[in-house]
């Protein structure tokens, strides 16, 4: 029999506090106020003094209501009925469509057993050449984007979302503006996107508790369909909000704060998450693309520091680019072999050279005489940036190395690439050299 408790001790923030026995830690409960219902769940245990968190938020809550614990923790409902549809954080339609109670999952499970996965081994194409050609994402990675407020990474997990070659996609958005949901939202379903795609969406005006569903959400939903077979690619933003709201309900309960404020289980909090990428055997995959904003720029912050020590590489997006220098997935080399023989030649390559181009371009600025050789990098890095590194561009793997020799045989002379000679042989544009069939 479910208790109904009717005092509750204190009311601060979103978190109220109730004195309860025979109550887990991460159950619902269900608050009354004035004949209208809210959910909340358990996240702290002392004694008999339950704290939960309030979904909507704590404002109209009476210490006079009464709180029935439902002896059931956070689920979310599992099926194909949730292809085309968008939630909020507490997992109720956003898009006026029905509520769905089918099949209903348990939320925020443990990560995966180790000895149920498989070594990363496919890639997943997205048409942008900055990813497949020179930082190949791959099944069952967990890689954040770092960027800064500002840059277009919401349009370019919204590129991945309409081209990247998986079977479903789930969107779990976090303390979005309201123009950014929309622009998800209509960029989706003009593309035909929606229709493949699960979003999980909290706006900035939203109960800060429900930011810290998201991710919970997104990621049990995605495990289950990968179980199923389905190839599920996460695409989460702003872990940094993310981060703000566990921060916020920390210094609400009044924990002992770590650095910058931030709870001491941090690094405990987004690994519980990230871990959850996994390439099934003899079933599907989850794999993770998080934005990560670094305030001021700074790497160093609580927040990308500790996500860069449980995820396999980053992605940096600086001034609408995806940085040639920094950006690294480290799985990339359990792929890039097997697409195409000069694919990691002339990724090498071609980056060397953009290095020297930037050399270059610091001595020009400096009034430095440029050299012809100069010249050949300035023309180069110039070609490199608008044909390859812009995210406009939108073209498969071959396209963007079959570009890469293009723009090279535009700027230098064979030997001046460095390149194997058998390589340089099989793929240097004939009418580059004068031998045009």
């Known amino acids: 029999m479910q208790k109904v408790y009717t005092r509750i001790e204190s009311i601060v923030g979103n978190v109220i506090t109730v004195k309860a026995q025979g109550v887990r830690n991460g159950d619902l409960a ?88 498989i070594m990363p081994r496919n890639m997943i194409r997205t048409g942008i050449p900055m990813i497949d050609m020179f930082n190949t994402l791959v099944e069952s990675q967990k890689l954040p984007i770092f960027s800064v407020s500002g840059e277009p990474y919401n349009q370019l997990l919204a590129r991945i979302a309409m081209q990247a070659e998986v079977d479903i996609i789930i969107l779990g958005g976090m303390g979005l503006k309201y123009d950014d949901y929309l622009y998800f939202k209509d960029t989706l379903e003009k593309s035909g996107a ?16 429900e930011c810290t569903l998201v991710p919970d959400l997104s990621l049990a939903v ?36 770590s650095n910058r ?3 001491g289980d941090l690094y405990s909090a987004l690994a519980s998450r990230y871990e959850k990428a996994v390439d099934f055997d003899g079933a599907g995959s989850v794999t993770i693309l998080g934005v990560t904003t670094m305030p001021g720029d700074d790497v160093t912050h609580p927040v990308p520091d500790n996500t860069g020590y449980i995820t396999e ?14 950006s690294l997935s480290r799985l990339k080399q359990n792929v890039n072999k097997d697409t195409r023989d000069d694919h990691r030649a002339l990724m090498d390559g071609m980056i060397k050279l953009y290095s020297s181009y930037k050399d270059s371009l610091e001595k020009k600025s400096m009034g430095f005489m440029m050299s012809d050789w100069d ?12 044909r390859l590194m812009d995210l406009s561009v939108n073209i498969p793997l071959e396209e963007a190395l079959d570009l890469g020799w293009e723009i090279l045989a535009e700027c230098f002379e064979p030997n001046e690439t460095l390149l194997k000679t058998e390589l340089i042989e099989k793929h240097w544009p004939k009418k580059m050299t004068g031998t045009e069939e």
Not at 234 to 251: R, S
Not at 313 to 326: A, C, K, M, S
């Open 375 to 386: 010249e050949k990098l300035l023309k180069y890095g110039s070609l490199f940036e608008s």
């Open 194 to 209: 929606l229709s493949r795609t699960i979003m999980f969406v909290h706006t900035a005006s939203d109960p800060t508790v």
């Open 222 to 257: 995605a495990e289950r369909f990968a179980l199923d077979g389905k190839k599920v690619l996460v695409l989460l933003t702003d872990m940094t909000n993310f981060c703000d709201a566990l921060k916020e309900t920390a210094i609400t309960m009044e924990q002992v704060p």
């Open 30 to 117: 269900e608050i009354t106020t004035n004949g209208s219902k809210s959910l909340a769940n358990v996240i702290k245990l002392d004694g008999d003094l339950v704290s939960l968190q309030v979904f909507a938020g704590a404002q109209g809550v009476s210490t006079g209501d009464s709180v029935r614990f439902l002896g059931v923790p956070m689920k979310v409902s599992y099926s194909n009925n949730l292809l085309g549809r968008i939630f909020n954080g507490a997992a109720e339609p956003r898009d006026n469509g029905p509520a769905l109670d089918e099949n209903m999952i348990e939320i925020g499970g443990p990560s995966v057993n180790p000895s149920k996965r």
């Open 261 to 263: 404020g931030y709870p």
């Open 313 to 326: 590489g980053q992605y940096y997006l600086r001034n609408g680019h995806i940085e040639p220098f920094g």
